[in-house]
């Protein structure tokens, strides 16, 4: 495959450890080709550094001048740049990539400003200054531990969870597009904690905390993965999960080389690794511990309806057919009925849907889910006229993030009673968000382009669905585009539980057996892709947004 060009101006380290070092295995691992553009030389080893050196201005005019020439970047990162004027020639540099005619060349800024071993400082207020005035207007994303966003902020460090989110937002305010403020050298717990806060999402990355000794060269691993996963292509809030996932790999095979602290290794396959796949907060809360539904989710055909009326069909069939069936009843469809009145339509419909399925026998009888009306669920989840064990949530990512905490501890406290929980994900932080809420399901989509929703996210494909499918910690469900057999044949061959149905089994006019016959054919489809050899799950996902796309965090 074509590697795309990643220019990293770091410093070299003597020992190997840390610096272009790093940055070049994690590149490698990244398949992109790394351009080390040497900004400062370091005398260290694993005990520490005795001498920072940057390099004089005309040797570092010459190798930027070599590589655009000849080798133009998709993303330049920083790590220890050293000096005042290498950051004014970067910044120069910059401006003259981007008004060259090309690609705009995105900046993933590591302000390495001092050593992580005793803390020497290597940047003095002069150099703090030229970070803020020449590189955090330009940055895409700067990646600051928390002792480094308290330097360039020239605030005190961060002493306590609740202060880190206000500092990432005042590095925003600065110029920068995204931060995200490590924090796997600051001891919070049994989770090491990145936050994040990007035009795409914020919250808090979470992994447990690995008890190893050889951590050297971590922020520049998770600098040069972020911005390698940004050159093949993604959104920072994505790459920031790649990062995360890439630099825990990294630290489960460090080594030791020398007496001291060794170097964090780069795991290639640390993408195909559900042990890596992070949870994400909805909020300014981490993410607590989650548990596993109560209730299993089932495999099978994944049927959505509009209306009670559409699912009698469907619950009349003269076969197990469904494993699930969702009522998706939006406001548009009763453009007559005031809120109140809507409501009560809703509920019964959901009344008759839950009685329909109730008088099948039990072994054929599909989950019937409910999405969104979360209010109306939870609330007669509580007041005991809907038994939680007989149905299902479905629940986008907005309308999670809706719910507020309060809502959010409402619908735990449905889980922990036998509701099962459905989230779409269309992205890897939305997978990281779904997968914190203990949900019995998660749907990836679209997998293929669909007409009956309208949203920014390419369509996901066979590629997609196989890594979700691989990574999730709960079963996958396939939405989105599935309206020939040979898609409900290859959605189960892919690994996924569920292949979720809508236009393929709508009622149409002039058929004499509207449902039944495509219900037993896809019923044969599915069994059919389950039956056959499964590919393997690939290497890497593929990005579902362009950069320029813009969705609600």
Known sequence: MHRPVLWSVAGNDSGGGAGLSADARAAEGCAVHLCPVVAAVTAQNSLGVQRVVPVAPEVLEAQFAALAEDLRPAVIKTGLIGSVDGVALLARWLDRLDADGGPRVRL????????????????????????????????????????????????????????????????????????????GDSPDGADALDWLDTPHARGWLALPRLDVRHTHGTGCTFATTAASAMA?????????????????????????????????????????????????????????????????????????????????????????????????????SHPALDDRAFAAEVRAQIDRTLAQAAAMPTAARPVIV???????????????????????LHLGQEDVLALGPDGRAQLASAQVRGLRLGVSSHSLWELCRAAALAPAYIACGPVWATTTKDMPWHPQGLHNLRWWAAMSPVPVVGIGGLLELAQVEA??????????????????????????????????????????????????????????DAVSA
Request: aromatic share 4%; glycine share 8%.
């Open 108 to 183: 993933v800024i590591d302000p390495v400003l001092g050593a992580s071993a005793g803390g020497a400082a290597f940047a003095d207020a002069a150099l703090i200054d030229a970070y803020r005035t020449h590189l955090l207007p330009r940055a895409d994303l700067v990646t600051p531990n928390r002792r480094e966003a308290a330097r360039l902020l020239g605030q005190p460090e961060a002493q306590s969870l609740a202060d880190v989110p206000a500092q990432a937002a005042a590095l925003r305010a600065l110029g920068a597009e995204a931060v995200c403020i490590t924090g």
């Open 491 to 548: 959605v189960a061959g892919s690994g996924a539980a569920c292949a979720c149905l809508v236009r393929a089994l709508a009622s149409r006019p002039g058929e004499a057996e509207p449902v039944a016959g495509r219900l037993v054919a896809a019923v044969a489809a599915w069994n059919a892709g389950r039956a056959a050899p499964r590919r393997p799950a690939p290497d890497w996902p593929q990005p579902s947004l362009d950069p320029s």
């Open 232 to 332: 093949r292509g993604f959104v920072t809030a994505d790459a920031l999960v790649l990062a995360k996932m890439a630099t825990t790999a990294g630290l489960a095979v460090g080594h030791a080389a020398g007496q001291g602290v060794g170097p964090v290794g780069f795991d290639a396959g640390f993408a195909a690794d559900p042990r890596w796949l992070p949870r994400l907060s909805c909020d300014d809360s981490p993410v607590s511990g989650t548990s596993r539904p109560a209730l299993p989710w089932p495999a099978g055909l994944y049927a959505i309806v509009d209306a009670a009326d559409q699912a009698t069909p469907l619950l009349a069939a003269a076969e197990p057919a469904l494993c699930a069936l969702q009522l998706r009843i939006k406001r548009a």
């Open 370 to 392: 409910v999405n969104d009306h979360h209010a109306l669920v939870l609330d007669a989840i509580e007041a005991g006229t809907i038994d939680p064990a007989e149905i299902a």
